[in-house]
């Protein structure tokens, strides 16, 4: 598709007269390229375009009469920016707390219960730490079986209430669990939720309250359109989230929701999910999400 | 006062409106040309009407490759008449099964599921509960098995108790992964040997809050299993949902069933008209 925005900048320079240095007037059609390639990457209509005027900016004046093309130069331009706009380089969770309480949080479907399976392996395994999961969804049919059986698999215990339907008492009466028991690492799994669903957006600014969490995580399915920011926005205004974590990456999308979320909320991106499997976790790279927007 | 043409700022706004539902650049572009040329032939316009116009065009591009909106949830002539569903990870098929297995059992028809996510976890659980809920009968076998041979015995059983309708449920897969969808094909073949002409509806069902790929999980859905039929899931939230105005344009395939909600009543049947309404609100 647009593995060739390069080509495709380079084209709409060539009909441009005057190549020496990027000017206003031969910069026009190619920032049109750039704005539509943008677009079907799915970045936010609002975002694309202050981001072509940056790159605008960055570019004019530039001389081109170089070894590179024009369209090199811009790509390289955009790939910078882009990388930049997302965080430079990965960032950590903190997990100094004893027990670190993280809570995940997202719209429904989005991957929260199979990252919470994958987070706690990853924690597990990679950081020496003793987690337990809390199974916070109570509305979702077999939810809690969910948690239940990729705990299984990663072989990391489950606090569950089936009793209850109280996510708030449950996300407490877990993170007890883990004090008493010497669990050094807490992560509740919650229902999905619309951000406009104000109960429930209520609900879990009260399970946050009450379970004081270290690192809240807003879990986004990559294949988000324009919506994205809508419901970055919404979430981190109840939340105000530590990370944004962009799931299913092992499809073929452009992923530009990633960019909106990080424009929109300013919260680093902190993982991605690349598959189904618990190990298909990988902390974000801001420079391959930005090659991967451009199509490179 | 009307204007013989449309300025420049009166079509950045329904670009903007237009990208902003997701309609994708392409669709969009090729709306706005057609809104120019209506212009161009209907002379003098105004700002209002051009919105009336905009609505008429985007319900025409819906309709030309569409049959007419569904009025029922029918299920036409066959019997048993066979769905099968389909669709990337988490977009909503289990929960669209159980809202249509209601609508269709209280239109009066007995209505089987079959559980043919045998893959992720509790799946098997899940569609169980739905079933519960409705007050329809499940097939399933132990999680791990063969999808294929699910979704036989859901039909050999539907053919058996006289059912109406059977439902089978797939795993979600993310349409780049080829194994996984010869899988897909594998399993609606399997249930011809038991019904020729089955699955007789092969549902996609699309996310709302999906971007443009959404266009290539049609486009590679289809390839692997001949979809007819679309739902749109999860539009009771912010997210309008507007990539189907280019995938109807692209595949003509009817958008069927809307999903407004978690619960077992929020499903209703796609209508044009309502959803051309709601890009604009
Ligand atoms: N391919 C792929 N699938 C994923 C990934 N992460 C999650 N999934 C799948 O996406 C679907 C939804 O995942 P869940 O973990 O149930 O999502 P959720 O956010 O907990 O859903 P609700 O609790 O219903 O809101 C499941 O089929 C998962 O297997 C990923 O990174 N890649
Ligand atoms: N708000 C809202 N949520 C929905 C709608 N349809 C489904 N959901 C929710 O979306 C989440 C995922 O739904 P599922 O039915 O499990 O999705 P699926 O496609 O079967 O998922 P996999 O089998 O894991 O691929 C659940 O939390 C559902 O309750 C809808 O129309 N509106
Ligand atoms: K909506
Ligand atoms: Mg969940
Ligand atoms: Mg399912």
């Known amino acids: 598709m647009f593995q060739n925005l390069q080509d495709k900048l380079d084209r709409a320079f060539k009909v441009l007269k005057g190549q020496g240095n990027i000017t206003e007037i031969n910069v026009a059609e190619t920032m049109k390229e750039i704005r539509k390639a943008l677009l079907d990457a799915d970045v936010n209509y609002k975002t694309a375009k202050a981001f072509t005027d940056e790159v605008k900016q960055k570019a004019l004046g530039q001389n081109v009469l170089t070894s590179i093309s024009p369209g090199q130069l811009l790509t390289k331009i955009m790939n910078d920016e882009l990388t930049t706009l997302m965080g430079g380089s990965a960032t950590e969770l903190d997990l100094s707390k004893n027990p670190t309480v993280i809570l995940i949080a997202g719209l429904n479907g989005a991957g929260k219960t199979t990252f919470s399976g994958k987070l706690a392996k990853y924690l597990k395994e990679k950081k020496g730490r003793k987690p337990l999961l809390v199974a916070g969804d109570v509305y979702r049919p077999a939810a809690i079986d969910q948690l239940q059986v990729l705990g299984q698999q990663v072989d990391v215990p489950v606090y569950a209430d089936r009793e209850s339907t109280d996510p708030i008492g449950i996300a407490k009466a877990g993170v007890a669990e883990a004090k008493q028991k010497g669990y050094n690492l807490v992560i509740v799994d919650t229902a999905g939720r619309l951000a406009i669903d104000e109960a429930l957006m209520n609900e879990i600014s009260a399970v946050k309250e009450a379970t004081q969490p270290h690192e809240i995580l807003f879990v986004v399915d990559a294949m988000t359109g324009q919506d994205a920011v809508n419901t970055a926005k919404a979430f981190n205004d109840r939340l105000d989230f530590t990370g944004a974590v962009l799931t299913k990456l092992d499809g073929d999308t452009r992923g530009g929701a990633a960019l909106s979320i990080k424009s929109v909320v300013n919260k680093p991106i902190k993982f991605i999910g690349t598959g189904e499997k618990m190990d298909a976790l990988d902390v974000f790279h801001p420079d391959r999400m930005a090659s991967r927007i451009l199509g490179m | ?281």
């Open chain 2, 1 to 281: 006062v009307g204007k013989s043409t449309v300025d420049d700022e009166v079509l950045d706004d329904l670009e903007e409106v237009l990208v902003t539902s997701d309609v994708g650049v392409t669709t969009t572009l090729k709306i706005i040309e057609r809104i120019q040329a209506r212009v161009a032939r209907d002379k003098y316009v105004s700002t209002s009407e051009l919105h009336s116009i905009l609505r008429e065009e985007i319900q025409a591009l819906l309709a030309e490759n569409n049959s007419a909106d569904f009025e029922h949830f029918e299920y036409g002539e066959h019997k048993p008449y066979v769905i099968m569903v389909v669709g990337v990870n988490g977009v909503g098929k289990t929960t669209t099964i159980g809202k249509l297995a209601h609508q269709l059992k209280e239109a009066g028809n007995s209505v089987v599921l079959g559980a043919a996510d045998t893959f992720r976890a509790a799946a098997v659980d899940q569609i169980k509960l739905w079933g519960e809920r409705v007050g329809v009968r499940v097939v399933a076998q132990a999680m791990g098995s063969d999808p294929a041979s699910v979704a036989y015995d859901t039909v050999k059983s539907a053919v058996a108790n006289g059912d109406d309708v059977a439902i089978i449920d797939t795993a979600g897969r993310l349409h780049n992964k080829v194994a996984l969808m010869n899988e897909l094909t594998k399993i609606k073949q399997v249930m011809q040997k038991v019904v020729p002409g089955a699955p007789h509806e092969i549902l996609l069902v699309l996310d709302a809050s999906t971007g443009q790929n959404a266009i290539e999980q049609c486009k590679q859905f289809t390839q692997a299993t001949d979809v007819n039929a679309l739902a749109l899931t999860k539009l009771d939230g912010t997210a309008k949902g507007g990539v189907v105005i280019g995938i109807s344009d692209q595949f003509k395939i009817p958008v069927k069933y809307i999903g407004v909600g978690e619960k077992i009543g929020d499903l209703q049947l796609f209508n044009k008209k309502e959803f051309v309404d709601s890009l604009f609100k």
